[in-house]
Every structure is written in C-alpha cells, then in structure tokens.
C-alpha cells in the first residue's frame, strides 16, 4: 500500500492511540508491526522538518526557543509541503473495521485520518 509522508505523520498519533486501546489480540499484533515499521520513516520525517526549522529559523531571547524567520515561512512550508509529498511502501493488509472490536474509542476525525487502513471504511454513513 503507498501512503504519502503527511498521511504517515497526520497517522502516527492514531496509531500510538490504537496500542493503548483494547484491540482483538491479532488486530492489536498487527497495529504493533505496523508502527514498529513505519518508525524510520517518522525519524526521516522529523530529521527533515529539524533540518529545515534550522535552515530557516533563528534563536529568540529565549533559551533553546528557534522561530521561524517570517521572510523565510513560505519557502519554509513548501519545502515541508514537497518533502512530506513523497510515496511510502507500507505492508499492510487491509483490516475491517469490526476487526477493530467494539469497545474501541476513536475520534470520527481519527477514523478519517486511518480511513485507508479499513477496507470498508468507505461503506460507512457518517452523518
């Protein structure tokens, strides 16, 4: 399955939701792998948005404070924008949504984020 970088980043908070959650044990083993795969590409991602915050930020009167040089906060968010556009291959097999058991708590916006790791998510009235 090919996710983009932002959808990984927009994910990953979902998923560190879903490892706290009450899953079924083969839907919970599953989350479990696929978090512990997609970790070099978050530590990709943050090493990216680190190198550009340094690129275009400049120290405040606090200590250990950066901000974002306003002249530079274009070039600064399409350059995170291009570098966050990039495909990533993920193994993952498409889970039902009833896979993720009944006593889950999710956001309908978490839900939305994580909508295409559900094969069904599609079939869904959410009004």
């Known amino acids: 399955m090919k996710i983009t970088y932002e959808q990984l ?4 908070p979902i998923f560190n939701h879903l490892l706290n959650e009450s899953l079924p044990i083969k839907t919970s ?6 978090v512990e795969s997609v970790n070099p590409y978050l530590l990709e991602i943050e090493n990216i948005q680190n190198g550009l915050i340094e690129k275009y930020s400049e120290k405040t009167k606090e200590e250990g404070v950066v901000q974002i040089i306003e002249e530079k906060r274009d070039v600064f968010l399409k350059e995170l924008e291009e570098a966050l556009d990039k495909d990533i291959e993920l193994k993952w097999e498409s889970i039902k949504l009833d896979e993720l058991g009944e006593d889950i708590s999710i956001s309908v916006r978490g839900l939305e984020t994580i909508s295409y790791l559900i094969e069904d998510y599609e079939k869904l009235a959410i009004v």
């Open 29 to 34: 083993l599953k989350f479990q792998e696929l």
């Open 9 to 12: 980043y927009m994910s990953y």
